[in-house]
Every structure is written in C-alpha cells, then in structure tokens.
C-alpha cells in the first residue's frame, strides 16, 4: 500500500503542477515541487464543525396522494340551532277511533210546541167497570112498522129433488102474514126490522139431504142427514135478528144430496118463520121516519 504513494511522490517532485482554483474562478496559480512534502496519511482527524446551512432549494414537484387515513371519533354534541320556518300542512290523516261516549251535557232550552202526531195505535181494552146507576125511565117506544107488527108464514114444497145451490121453491102457501114471503123466488124478505124465529122440517128418502138456512148470502145453520134405506125427517131452527130488505131462504149446499122428498098423499116438507118483537124506535127517529122530505 505504501509503494504507491512513494511512487507518486517521486514523480511530483520533478514536475510543476497547475491547480485550477474552484474558490476564484478565472485565477491560475503556480506551486513548485520544493513546496510539496511527501508523507504517509495519518490518523483520522476529529470531526470538524458543522458548516452553516446552505441557502433553501427550490420547491419540489407534488408527490402523489397518500392513501385515505382512519375515520376520526365522533365530535361533541353541538349547541341547539334557531327554530326553523314552519312546513306546510300534510295529508289528512285516517280517522281514529271512535272515542267513548261523552258526559251528558246540561239540557238546552225548551223547544216550540210541535205539531199534533197522528192518532197511535187504540190500546188493549181495559177491564170492565162497574155498573152506573140506573136511569130515568125513559119515554115509551114504538116500532117502526105502523099500528101494527105482524110478520109470518108457513109453506110447504110441491116438487122433490130440488137444484143444489139455489133458493129452493116452498110454493104451497099455508099462511103468509103481511105478504113477505115470495113463493117465486123461494124467498122471505123482511119489512118490520126485529128478531125473528125459523124452522124447517124436511122428509128425505132415497138420497142423503146436506140443506142449510140463508142469511144474506151466508149459511147461519146446516144439517145433513143419511139416508138408510127409509125416509127421514130433517130438522132445524134458529133465531135472527133483521133489518129492513134482509132476506133468508133454504138451499141444498152440497151436490147430489138433495134427497128432499114430496109425497102428496103421505108427507110434507115445511118452512115457517115469524116475526117474535119489532126493534123499538125512538120518539124522534119516528117523527124522522114519517117525515122523511123535512129537515
């Protein structure tokens, strides 16, 4: 190691050297080899001390975005801010649910009288009261029928087997008081109003007899009898009360038993009937009747 340096040494002392200066730039300057001492390196010298600090470089070019950091804790709560504008109205909601019934409020002023309700429906009767005192006794009656009240008749049949369902014909007069009973049409029409009592007394061979008494249209009794083979003898009566122009007769009332029978020389059918009391009338209902025309 040594040997090398010796050897650059050697050639040094026989040449002259030229430096250039990097302190003054421009300036030569000239150092003989008499002024070079040749020498071995020595030991490391201490640390000089630290230059001063050279003026700053330039800015250098953007480095390139570092990678998201970690998210940072939440803050502090903050302080409350101003009440805000209010918003507009929203939809109407879904009705709730019906709320319990309320207390019952103070009665409010009496209305006006209303107009009158029809009539309601009549009650249930009521008990039966007791008996009034008697009247005064009051001014004889009559009867609506002249001087006299005279209604009666008493007939037979001629004719067996008569139709069903039709006013049967008694044309064999034994009495007929005041005319009312019409042997034509099998009839007996009333002309004093009043209550009275019929009967009749049928003989029937060789069919059954159903027969019934006519009030108006309407059957008020029926009797029906069968026949075995011999005659029979059918029978009824009862008590009416009439008005004026009513009319009753007799009839078969159910087909194929009319077994009403006459025999001239053996037995006879009979209808009878009269009047039992005229209905009374009062004092002003006759002097009306008589004189219907006045007012």
Known sequence: ??????????????????VNSSIKKGHNFTIHS?????????PQGPPGSPGPPGPSGSNG????????????KDGDKGQKGDRGEQGRQGNPGK????????????????????????????????????????????VPGGCDCGTQARSAFSVAITKSYPKERMPIRFDRILMNEGSHYNSSSGKFTCTIPGVYFFTY????????????????????????????GNHDVASGSTVLRLQKRDQVWLQIFYSEQNGLFFDPFWTDSMFTGFLVYADLVTPNQAQTTASPGSS
């Open 34 to 42: 008499s002024q070079l001492v040749c020498s071995l390196p020595g």
């Open 1 to 18: 190691m040594h040997q090398p340096l010796l050897a650059i040494c050697l050639l040094s002392l026989s040449s002259m050297l030229t």
């Open 201 to 228: 007394d049928i003989t029937l061979a060789n069919k059954h007899l159903a027969i019934g008494l006519v009030h108006n249209g309407q059957y008020k009794i029926k009797t029906f009898d069968a026949n075995t």
């Open 95 to 138: 009705p709730g649910l019906k709320g319990r019934q309320g207390v019952v409020g103070r009665a409010g002023l009496r209305g006006l009288k209303g107009l009158r309700g029809s009539a309601g429906v009549p009650g249930t009767a009521g008990l039966k009261g007791e008996a009034g005192d008697m009247g005064e006794a009051g």
């Open 61 to 72: 070019q953007m480095g390139l975005p570092g990678s998201d950091g970690q998210d940072g």
